[in-house]
C-alpha cells in the first residue's frame, strides 16, 4: 500500500501557464492559426504534461497487461481461456496486432503476465508479475482480494519504474485477457452510474444471444459483490482484473512522472475510470488513442472527458490503437518544434504585415 | 490533348475479386474478425488498386503544386497573395507544415510552381511547370484558357510519370496558393450542384464580413463565366487554378498506373472532382486521409462516396492531411503482410478449434 500511497501523492496539477507559452509558439509558425487543429492542442496538451516547451516523445513505450478472468467459465466470450496465454506467447514472438503496430510507431512492447492462468515461463520481453492464476468467477464471488487489487496497481508501478530508468517519453497502455470486456462493462458501469446495457458490447464477437447471456452475468456480478463506486479498489478487487490493476498502476506511475500516457481501448478505458478515482488530477496527463466499438469505450471517455484522436473503428485491445495514437502525438510534436516561423522563413503573416 | 486523352484511357477498372482474396488473409490473423476496423478496410483498399495480394507503401510521394490566383484582388483571403511565393520558399527549405509531417511520414515532397505569379529560380527539390503567371480574375472573366487547363492537366501527369520512373507505392496531393479556397468553392458549387453558402469556408481564415463577400464574388464568377457542370474542362478552365488542374494530373496519372492516391483536404477535393468527370473509375484508386473544416469538403467527400480516414480539424492544405493518412494506410498495409496467422502461431481461432 506504500508505494501506491506515495505514487498518488506524487501527482500534481500540471503547469497550466504553459498552454499559453505552446500557443504563442503555435502562432508563429508558418501556417494560418490553428489551422493545424486538434494536432495543436495535442501539442499544447504534450507541453502541459511534460512541463517542456519544446518536448520530445522519441522514447515510446506500449506495457501490454494480461491476465485470465474466472467468469470465463459462465461462456461470455467467443474465445476460448486458453487464447490469453497463446496470444502472449505470440506478443513475445512479435506476430500480433500490437507488435507490428508498435513497431511501425517505434514504439517497445513490455508484455506483463498480471495473472495468466498457467505459468508462462521466462521468454525476453516478458515481465512476470503475476498477482494470481486469474481472477476467481465474479458471478460467483469477488474478483479478488483487496490486498492482491493493491497488489495489482504496486506491479504496474513498478514495471513502469524499473523501465523509466530506461528513459520514456511517452507511454501506452494495453491488454489481453480473455472475458476482461466482462470486467471492463461491470467497472464502467459502477464508476460512471450507467446501465449496463449501455457498457456492455460484444468484445471479441459474440453473437446477440451471449451479449444478453454476457448482460445477465455483469448483473449478477454487481449484485453478489456490491461493489462500492466511491472506493475504486472496491470496485477493482470485487469486479476487475489483475491486467486492469496492472494498467492503473503503469497510469499513476507514469502521471507522477509527468510522463503522457496515451490510453487504448475499452479495457485501458476502465482502468482509466480507477486511476481516476483514486486520484482525479490524472485526467490532465490522460491523451485518448481512439474510440472504440466496444460502446461502453464511449461512455468512458465522454466521463473522464477525454475526446479520442482516432475514429477508426478498433476494437483489438493489446494497445494496437495506442500505438497509432502516439505516431500522431509524435507528429503534433514536431509540428511544435520542427516548423519555422513566419519571421524566420520570411513569410508574411498577415495582410498588413 | 493527346497525352490526357493517353492517359485517361489507360485507367480501367479494379480487380474487385482481389477483396475476397485480401478478407481471406485478414481472418486468418491472430485477432479476432474485423476487429481492426478501418484498417482491414483501407489494406483491403490498396490490395485492390495495387493488384497485389501483398502490397508495399514504402515508396511515398506528395506532390504539392502551387499557383496563383488573380481573383486575389478582390480581397477574399486574409493573406497576401505574395504568401505563394514566399511558401513555396518555405518548402524548399524543408520549413513548412506539409516538410515536417512527410518527414515523419517518411514521404518525399515534390513541389512544383503551376503558375505562381513570379518567377522562383531554379532550388532543389522545386519543378517549373508555370502555365502562367497567376490565373485571371475569375470575377471578371475565365480564369485560363481552355488550352491551358489541358496543359495544367498534362503537366501534372508529366511530373507524376517523371517521379514514377524513381519508384512511387503510393502517392499524395496537397496545394499551395492564396485564394484557391475560392476557386474550389466554385468547382465544388458547380460539380456538384451545391449552393455556394454550403460549400464557403473561411480558408485561411477570414472573418464573417468577407466570407459574405467572398460568396458574392464566386456568384459573380460562375454568372460571368457560366462553366458548363457536365464538362470538366470548362469547370476548371472557367473557375479553376493551375495548381489544380496539376493535382488533376497527378490523379489520373496514378490511377492509371494503379498506384493509390491520398487525397488531402478542400483543394484536393475539387481537383478530384475533376479527375472523377473526366474518368469516373478514378473513385476506387482514391482515398480521402481526412475531413477539412472547410465545408465544402465534406460535400465533395459525400459526392465521390469517399470515408476520410483522419478527423482533425485541418484546414491547412499542402498536402498535410495526405501525409498523416499515409502512415495511418501504411499501418494497414502492415498488418496485412506482417501479422502471424491463427496457425502459425498456435492460437485457436474460436470456441471449438
Known amino acids: 500500500m506504500q508505494l501506491l500511497q506515495d505514487t498518488i501523492q506524487k501527482i500534481k496539477k500540471p503547469d497550466y501557464f504553459l498552454i499559453s507559452e505552446a500557443q504563442k509558439r503555435l502562432d508563429s509558425l508558418t501556417k494560418p492559426q490553428a489551422s493545424l487543429g486538434r494536432l495543436e492542442e495535442i501539442a499544447k496538451q504534450i507541453v502541459l504534461i511534460s512541463g517542456r516547451t519544446m ?16 467468469v470465463t467459465e459462465e461462456e461470455v466470450s467467443a474465445f476460448p481461456k486458453e487464447v490469453t496465454a497463446q496470444m502472449v506467447f505470440n506478443f513475445v514472438k512479435g506476430g500480433a496486432g500490437i507488435n507490428v503496430l508498435a513497431r511501425y510507431a517505434g514504439a517497445k512492447v513490455i508484455v506483463v503476465d498480471m495473472g495468466v492462468r498457467v505459468d ?20 460467483k464471488g469477488s474478483a479478488m482480494s483487496r490486498e492482491e487489487a493493491i497488489a495489482s496497481i504496486e506491479a504496474g508501478i513498478e514495471v513502469f519504474e524499473a523501465e523509466y530508468n530506461e528513459g ?18 461491470a467497472i464502467t458501469s459502477v464508476i460512471t452510474a450507467s446501465p449496463l446495457e449501455d457498457v456492455t458490447g460484444k468484445g ?48 499513476l506511475a507514469a502521471v507522477a512522472k509527468r510522463v503522457p500516457v496515451v490510453i487504448d481501448g475499452f479495457i485501458s478505458g476502465a482502468a482509466a475510470l480507477i486511476a481516476y478515482q483514486l486520484k482525479p488530477e490524472v485526467k490532465d496527463f490522460i491523451i485518448a488513442s481512439h474510440c472504440s466499438v466496444e460502446k461502453g469505450h464511449k461512455i468512458i471517455l465522454d466521463y473522464l472527458g477525454l475526446k479520442p484522436i482516432l475514429n477508426l473503428d478498433l476494437r483489438l485491445g493489446e494497445g494496437t490503437g495506442a500505438a497509432l495514437g502516439m505516431g500522431i502525438i509524435e507528429a503534433s510534436v514536431k509540428i511544435l518544434t520542427e516548423m519555422a516561423t513566419f519571421q524566420g522563413a520570411g513569410v508574411s503573416s498577415s495582410l498588413s504585415s
Chains 1, 2 share one sequence.
Open 55 to 70: 518536448p520530445s516523445v522519441k522514447n515510446k513505450v506500449i506495457f501490454t497487461m494480461a491476465a485470465d478472468h474466472g
Open 120 to 139: 508462462l515461463g521466462n521468454h525476453s520481453g516478458l515481465i512476470i508479475k503475476k498477482i494470481g492464476y486469474g481472477t476467481k468467477n465474479i458471478a
Open 168 to 185: 520514456i517519453d511517452i507511454v501506452g497502455t494495453g491488454d489481453m485477457g480473455i472475458g476482461n470486456t466482462t470486467a471492463s462493462s
Open 204 to 251: 471479441t464477437g459474440i453473437d446477440d444471444k451471449t451479449l444478453v447471456k454476457k448482460i445477465e452475468i455483469i448483473k449478477k456480478a454487481i449484485g453478489v459483490n456490491k461493489p462500492d463506486a466511491k472506493d475504486a479498489l472496491s470496485v477493482l478487487s470485487k469486479v476487475g482484473g489483475f491486467e486492469i490493476g496492472g494498467i492503473v498502476g503503469v497510469i
